[in-house]
């Protein structure tokens, strides 16, 4: 078949809302657009383990630590689902592991901020796991079928997420004044860069008109943003706390919550690897794959000697 004609049809599936395949014939920038975004995706999930993981032998009760423990282990989980969706478009998970070590593949810059106290294990439940929800909902619908199917998934696992978050700030929030203290400095922390976890504005993002094109995102960095303010602004109410906003405030006119300026220097500075704690976040992963050399060795061995049974 002519390449034009694969194409039509690519375009026809990408229409009528049919998902696309691995063995599907796609345009070679629909793969590469999915490999970049699908791997950056599963490292955020693996690197988002690292600040959570700080906590684990500090949390306040065996509750927490045991809820703690699955978290992480549900992230780590969402990595590999992700992995493997990324391994369907061509790609093996080493190349795309030796890109997140080498500084080519990005990772969710969020995970550049450190976790100083208990409260930011809740602030990172309900804000950070929050935006991801808000962004991954609209990716259960993306055009390519394995990620659509991985999200489905972790959406139901995010959502748990979010709520053990926030129940954990809720408890803060009525605890002692120190408590309250600490709830309150956690989200002044993480509002802003959970805010920046939904990528540039839209006047300033480079893939969003080809992928929104592709079907691969269906809403723009700015419009989730928005629907994310607003969701926040609503359930804060709740903790008695306060966003560190002096511009938040209801448009009745817009239906919407209007807000401040996000400090887009600092996004693109964490971004470029100059976060507070990018250069640790790396060498831990780095570290981490030197570490499991031996495991990998000894599995690849026993599924050769399997095969020769
Ligand atoms: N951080 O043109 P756009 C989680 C890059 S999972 C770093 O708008 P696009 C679960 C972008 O890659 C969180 N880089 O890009 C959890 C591009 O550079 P490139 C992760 C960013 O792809 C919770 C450039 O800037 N979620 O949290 C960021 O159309 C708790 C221009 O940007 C996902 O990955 C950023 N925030 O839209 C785990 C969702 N924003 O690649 C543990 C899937 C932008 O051309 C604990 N990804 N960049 O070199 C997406 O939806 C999209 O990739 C966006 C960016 C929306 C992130």
């Known amino acids: 078949m002519s390449a034009l004609k694969e194409e039509e049809i690519f375009l026809k599936k990408i229409e ?21 975004q699908i791997s950056q995706h599963a490292h955020s ?16 009760s065996l509750k927490r630590k045991l809820i703690l423990l699955a978290k992480i282990q549900d992230e780590a989980g969402h990595g590999l689902y992700l992995y493997s969706a990324c391994e369907t478009l061509g790609i093996t998970r080493e190349e795309t592991i030796n890109d997140l070590h080498s500084g080519k593949a990005k990772y969710a810059s969020i995970f550049n901020y450190p976790t100083l106290t208990w409260a930011d294990i809740g602030a990172i439940g309900w804000l950070v796991d929050g935006a991801a929800i808000m962004n991954q909902v609209m990716l259960t619908r993306t055009s390519y079928g394995p990620y659509a ?8 696992e995010e959502s748990f997420h979010q709520r053990q978050g926030f129940e954990s700030l809720l408890v803060l929030s009525k605890g002692t004044t120190e408590q309250q203290q600490m709830c309150q400095d956690a989200i002044n922390r993480w509002w802003w860069p959970a805010l920046m ?25 700015d419009e989730l943003r928005q629907n994310f303010v607003d969701m926040i602004a609503e359930q804060i109410k709740f903790l008695g706390m306060k966003l560190p906003d002096d511009k938040l405030k209801w448009n009745n006119k817009k239906k919407q919550y209007d807000w401040g300026e996000i400090n887009w220097e600092e996004f693109w500075n964490v971004i470029k690897g100059n976060g507070p704690c990018n250069f640790e976040r790396v060498a831990a992963r780095k570290k981490a794959w030197e570490n499991g050399e031996w495991v990998r060795q000894a599995a690849v061995a026993h599924s050769n000697k399997s095969k020769t049974k």
């Not at 999930?45 to 306040?60: D, F, K, S």
């Not at 839209?202 to 080809?210: A, G, I, K, L, V």
């Open 16 to 36: 009528e809302e049919t998902k696309i395949e691995p063995k599907d014939w796609m345009p070679e920038a629909y793969r590469k657009t999915n490999i970049r």
């Open 45 to 60: 999930e693996i690197v988002g383990t690292l600040p959570e993981g700080n906590w684990i032998g500090r949390a306040p």
């Open 149 to 156: 199917r991985a999200m489905v998934k972790i959406c139901k």
């Open 197 to 221: 976890m939904f990528g540039p504005k839209d006047s300033e993002s480079t893939n969003s008109d080809q992928s929104m094109k592709w079907k691969i995102k269906r809403k723009s960095n």
